[in-house]
């Protein structure tokens, strides 16, 4: 783009003079901050690919001091200057460096290994970026997202491969944390596993059929475990509080908060691999952190049986609770099915029922919803319904109220338990 440095540089002067031009001159006077704020990033995206250019070319023009060797020692001598392509977050940049070769030795450019350059052309800073959006977001939605921010226009396929690439290395990086000193923990170690429904998308035949077959879906589920670690301090609650605490959100109250316990360097994984993969890794994770300042040991799971059944044996010496999360959502679901959503009294029945679980009273809920089930004016709906609850409550003798009056959990993967 330009014959030398000097020329570059006095460009990317003139074009910074026109931005303090463009917000202090004249013209500024009829422009909107929408317009103002939206040209200046566009703007300074282009003059940042500049910069971004100069530097590159400033580095390159730097002969090594040592002279360059193979990796078996061999001198390599100058051969010509190689192009290369940095796609960053300012755009796409293009520079030339230095290579060098033998014959039989292959060629190395000593540039990008000084430079730390990716392996492919996609910058470091814009694949932390994009991870950043596929964490939260589909592949469609985040390439839109970047052409929409940043104008840039990055494939599936980019996106698909530096997925795969950056996933080797999540093992190493889980390996090298290090353990929080025992001084910083808490005195409660809290662990947590649940199983979450991943959508997985299937390779669809050439020429797929106009219209699936019964019970034919474009996607299967696959069961991701998440697991989460982390140390907290005791937090003493009544069962009163902790129903005042999860109904707020229903009521629509809005209450100062006393000054809570916050889980201590918490730590969160899922895996694709299965329940017994997830929960090895977590038990390395567990001996880590264990030790004598650790005063009490609890175990949070859902209410899938089959993974308490292995936190059980895995975990042996830690305190098994129900994730009150999902025991509330069964009694919303007997709640909707007598009463309606709409109902003025859901709310109020909810709350009683939840204080006699909080309370170690399950068994009276589950006499209340027999009863109940047994009306004739329900339909077959909504005794199903209720039947489904009895039986989650009648299967679940795990639940400990009492760590729900000493510990305000927070689960990795319940967004609404972390509105609590």
């Known amino acids: ?98 290579y060098y070769y033998a014959p039989g030795h292959g060629g190395i450019c000593p540039l990008d290994a000084k430079l730390s350059l990716p392996a492919r052309c996609y910058s470091d800073l814009l694949r932390e970026w994009t991870q950043y959006c596929i964490t939260d977001e589909s592949y469609a939605e985040s390439i839109h997202m970047l052409k929409r921010i940043l104008g840039l226009s990055i494939s599936k396929q980019a996106l698909e491969t530096s997925i795969q690439e950056d996933a080797i290395d999540v093992d190493s990086f889980y390996d090298q944390k290090p353990v929080p000193p025992p ?20 390779d669809e035949p050439a020429c797929p059929p106009a219209r699936r077959g019964k019970g034919q879906k474009r996607t299967k589920k696959k069961e991701a475990i998440v697991t989460a670690i982390y140390t907290i301090n005791p937090y003493h609650r009544t069962p009163e509080q902790v129903v005042k605490a999860l109904m707020a959100a229903e009521d629509g109250a809005v209450s100062s908060r006393p000054q809570r316990p916050v889980p201590k360097a918490k730590e969160v994984r899922a895996t694709l691999q299965g329940k017994d993969t997830a929960l090895d890794r977590l038990a390395l994770r567990v001996a880590q952190r264990d030790g004598d300042h650790i005063q009490h040991r609890v175990a949070l799971t859902d209410g899938a049986e089959a993974l308490q059944k292995r936190v059980r044996e895995k975990f042996h010496n830690f305190e098994l609770v129900l994730d009150i999360i999902h025991a509330t959502e069964h009694l919303w679901d007997a709640a909707n099915a007598l009463l309606g959503e709409t109902h003025p009294e859901r709310n109020s029945w909810v709350r009683e029922q939840l204080l006699k679980i909080l309370s170690g009273r399950t068994s009276e809920v589950i006499e209340v919803l027999q009863k109940r089930a047994y009306e004739q004016s329900l339909s077959t709906a909504q005794r199903r319904t209720l039947q489904a609850t009895i039986g989650y409550y009648q299967r679940k003798p795990e639940v400990h109220p009492i760590f729900w009056t000493k510990i305000r959990f927070i689960n990795a993967t319940s967004p609404r338990t972390q509105q609590e």
């Open 1 to 98: 783009m330009f014959s030398n440095s000097k020329q570059m540089i006095q460009q990317i002067r003139q074009d910074f003079e026109r931005l303090i031009e463009y917000v202090s001159g004249e013209g500024s006077q009829t422009r909107t901050a929408y317009e103002v704020e939206l040209t200046l990033f566009r703007q300074l995206l282009a003059l940042g690919r500049q910069l971004l250019l100069l530097f590159f070319q400033h580095r390159a023009a730097q002969r090594p001091k040592e002279p360059v060797h193979a990796p078996d020692g061999t001198p390599l001598p100058y051969h010509s200057m190689r192009p290369t392509s940095y796609y960053s977050v300012f755009g796409k940049v293009q520079f030339q460096r230095r």
């Open 183 to 202: 001084e910083t923990e808490g005195l409660i170690l809290v662990l947590q596993a649940d199983g979450k429904g991943v959508p997985m998308v299937r």
